[in-house]
């Protein structure tokens, strides 16, 4: 998860994954053993909305640069397709950045079935002076 969120310490991301928990955020990794190290990882919870109902939705998908391209971040999306599958979700979202760098993530969601539904669209909020 460090690679996905660099700017973060180990205890920034503890506390908000930790904080996310109450909204029913879980962690999935894919490991070569059980004293292995992470090898790729998904951050995910469940969700009902208006628009897309009952819903997997995918915060965080991360695969170590080391352990690209080797099929992990393509087993986690079939579990998690499995995973809302047994949840009673219809469907899975995930947001992913734009730009050069990302082709090979958007080629792996493609792959993996996935579509371009939307765009995203985001503002920073100052804070009040």
Do not use: C, K
Not at 9 to 28: C, N, P, S
Request: proline share 3%; hydrophobic share 45%; glycine share 10%.
């Amino acid at each position: 998860m460090a690679e996905l969120r660099p700017g973060l310490t180990e205890g920034e991301f503890v506390a908000r994954a930790d904080a996310q928990r109450a909204a029913g955020y879980r962690l999935v990794a894919a490991v070569d053993d059980d004293r292995g190290p992470a090898l790729a990882v998904a951050g995910f919870r469940l969700a009902e909305n208006l628009a897309w109902g009952r819903h997997l939705y995918v915060d965080d998908l991360s695969t170590r640069a080391v352990a690209r391209g080797q099929g992990r971040g393509r087993s986690l999306l079939d579990w998690l397709v499995a995973e809302a599958r047994r949840l009673g979700a219809g469907q899975i979202h995930l947001d992913s950045g734009v730009g050069p760098e990302r082709l090979a993530a958007h080629r792996l969601y493609l792959n993996a079935g996935f579509r371009i539904s939307s765009h995203h669209f985001a503002r920073e909020v100052p804070a009040r002076r």
